[in-house]
């Protein structure tokens, strides 16, 4: 499969990828937002440099993918940045080794002053969506995961780059059906544990069948990361750049259909994750219907512990496939009621037949 890149397409055009669930390249765009021209160094210390961010500070063991998450000013961040950049030139490999990352942080919580510097895309402006500024060195690597969270469980995505060049490597869900071992802790699932571009085969002998493309995205590029599709990003050279997340309920159906797979496989390794009683607990008084009349025992956290069919089984657990909806600018809210129904109906029978295949067993 080859990546198409088309200059300044049309809503149409975007409508059509979306649904045919096809990542392209759009150019044509990001080099007319006065970021392109304006985000140097010294304009964004001025602007932003006293703000405090969360960056993932790295070289840390913490279960975090990106690093441990603390708070510093813009300033002290750029800095950094510009440091480590300049190092590039010497052959002081100790020099060059970037300390932080500033990975996907909402412009309008923390950065709000730059929020007139680019043009939010015509169908996450729609939806009130705003920019994630990501701010990276050379090297520096997001492993492979698809887009995924309990309130919005896949999104569609573009990335687009302000100064710099990464490479993506993507992998259709559709095509890659169990070639990709997931992490099993909760808020973990989408992430997978193969190194794609490093891979332990021992390890990992399902990775041997994955079929992916390669994208090497420009300055001024912008690419379209269609909903649920795996990603790899490394850094080339130092980048700043801007990623919008949105839904569209079209690519919201093909969960019933073409990602029908990849949903399969995100509810069975909720089923096996890897849980501790204090996390459970907490689960528990999010998706179950516990109160001061029907209290939540240490008992019954161990008894979902010992049975997690009972933890798929909550109706919000199942209903949560379709938190996507809850976005309250969908415009076809009977397509999005329509879209609930069928999807609560599939994962229910998923786990009605999860159950009869355990007391087959037993």
């Not at 990106?66 to 002290?76: A, R, V, W």
């Not at 705003?130 to 309130?151: I, M, R």
């Not at 390890?203 to 090497?216: L, S």
């Not at 909550?314 to 996507?324: C, D, G, L, R």
């Amino acid at each position: 499969m080859t990546i198409e890149k088309i200059y300044q397409p049309s809503r149409e055009i975007y409508e059509k990828y979306i649904l045919e669930n096809k990542p392209f390249i759009i150019t044509g765009i990001v080099e007319n937002w006065k970021c392109y021209q304006i985000w140097k160094p010294e304009y964004l210390l001025n602007k932003v440099g006293d703000s405090k961010i969360p960056v993932r500070e790295l070289g840390y063991e913490v279960g975090e993918w990106l690093g441990k998450t603390t708070e510093i000013s813009f300033k002290e961040f750029l800095e950094s940045w510009i440091r480590e950049r300049d190092n590039l030139s010497l052959n002081q490999p100790q020099l060059q080794q970037p300390k932080y990352y500033l990975a996907s942080i909402p412009v309008y919580k923390y950065l709000k002053e730059l929020e007139n510097d680019y043009e939010v895309p015509e169908i996450p402006k729609e939806q009130d969506k705003s920019a994630n500024l990501w701010v990276g060195s050379k090297g520096q690597v997001t492993h492979l995961h698809h887009d995924w969270s309990t309130g919005d469980p896949g999104m569609d995505g573009l990335h687009a780059i302000i100064s710099g060049r990464k490479l993506f490597k993507l992998y259709d869900p559709e095509l890659n059906i169990e070639c990709f071992k997931r992490k099993s802790e909760w808020g973990l699932f989408h992430q997978a544990l193969v190194d794609v571009e490093n891979p332990d085969y021992e390890k990992y002998p399902e990775f041997r069948k994955a079929v992916g493309i390669d994208v090497v995205l420009e300055q001024g590029e912008m690419l379209f990361i269609p909903k649920l599709w795996w990603h790899y990003v490394r850094t080339l050279e130092h980048s700043i750049s801007l990623n919008f997340w949105f839904q569209h309920m079209g690519s919201e159906y093909l969960k019933l259909t073409k990602h029908w797979g990849l949903v399969q496989e995100y509810i069975q390794t909720v089923y096996t994750m890897n849980i501790s009683k204090e996390r459970m607990h907490s689960l528990l008084l999010y998706f179950g219907s516990f109160n001061k009349s029907y209290p939540l025992t240490a008992d019954i956290v161990q008894d979902y512990l010992s049975n997690p069919i009972k933890f798929i089984s909550q109706p919000k657990f199942i209903s949560s496939f379709s938190n996507a909806i809850n976005n309250p600018n969908v415009k076809d809210k009977d397509l999005a009621q329509k879209f609930k129904k069928e999807i609560i109906e599939k994962v229910t029978e998923w786990v009605e037949n999860k159950r009869l295949s355990l007391s087959n067993i037993q």
